[in-house]
């Protein structure tokens, strides 16, 4: 083989281009749906759930068929709560309700008292974690605080505001707040100090300071005060409308004891539940997009 034969194969493939042209670069492949990871996963994600409640249920309706058996069976449940679980939207009256409007009328309350909590939670959380002074003076009061039981603020919030309403949201936010300024104060705490010297080059005042700086290193611990505050509320909420009244879910419960329809109590316990789990996989979701805003800026 000569030279020039030898030669010519490199020189095909590392020749450069001509000056002026325009060499097209090829093209990164484009992600594709697969259709049998998804499959894959969600068979995963489901499947072994499904399984485990399946076998629950036929647990609990062999256990519970007996004539002595003090609970219902699924099936009598199905039967007896048949309308409560096939039309939770109905509404023939002002007390007549399905459980979804009852549900969404204790999110309202929830609604307004967790958002209260989070946003003083992270206020007095930040002035925790920021001063010390304010740490040794605030933390103690706190910590005994946060061990009242929620029903024990019921009395007081009905003597000072009169009305079941707004104490039910006092109930929500008292309970709530204590987890959301504990992990907060924790996480301002554990910021860099790399962090507050770059703040303090970049001389940043104390509002760009809580949203550039302490907000993006903290948020971790934030949205884990803000699940625990937000499963605290509904826990609150259904506890404090057993005893003020109204027409949320609670009441609902306290009312079907009353009338000894242990099936809609069922009922309104899966609905309870299910609601309380969505919640916090929304707030962990908040918190995962909030991550990653904060980490891309």
Do not use: H
């Amino acid at each position: 083989m000569t030279a020039t034969a030898r030669k010519a194969p490199i020189e095909a493939v590392g020749r450069p281009a001509e000056p002026g042209k325009v060499v097209p670069l090829g093209r990164a492949p484009a992600s594709r749906f697969d259709a049998g990871r998804t499959a894959a996963s969600l068979a995963r994600n489901v499947i072994p759930p499904v399984i485990v409640l399946l076998v629950l249920l036929a647990v609990w309706q062999v256990s519970c068929s007996g004539p002595g058996a003090s609970l219902p069976p699924p099936s009598q449940i199905w039967t007896d709560s048949y309308d409560l679980i096939a039309y939770p939207f109905f509404e023939y009256g002002s007390q007549d309700i399905g459980l979804a409007w009852r549900v969404l009328i204790s999110l309202e309350r929830v609604g307004i008292g967790f958002g209260l909590a989070a946003v003083v939670g992270v206020a007095i959380g930040a002035l925790i974690g920021q001063s010390v002074w304010a740490m040794r003076g605030l933390d103690p009061i706190f910590q005994i605080l946060r061990t009242v039981p929620p029903l024990a603020w019921l009395p007081l919030s009905l003597a000072a505001f009169q009305d079941s309403n707004p104490s039910a949201i006092f109930v929500i936010f008292i309970t709530s707040i204590w987890p959301v300024i504990i992990n907060t104060a924790v996480g301002v705490r554990n910021i860099p100090e790399d962090y507050r010297n770059v703040a303090r080059v970049l001389r940043l005042n104390q509002l760009e300071f809580f949203l550039r700086i302490m907000l993006p290193a903290a948020a971790p611990y934030i949205f884990t005060g803000l699940r625990i505050g937000i499963g605290l509320s509904w826990l609150a909420i259904v506890a404090a409308e057993m005893l003020t009244g109204g027409v949320g879910i609670g009441f609902f419960i306290w009312d079907a004891w009353n009338s000894s329809r242990l099936p809609d109590i069922i009922v309104a316990l899966v609905y309870i539940g299910v609601t309380g789990f969505v919640l916090d996989k929304l707030v962990a979701l908040l918190g995962r997009v909030v991550a990653r805003t904060s980490a891309a800026a």
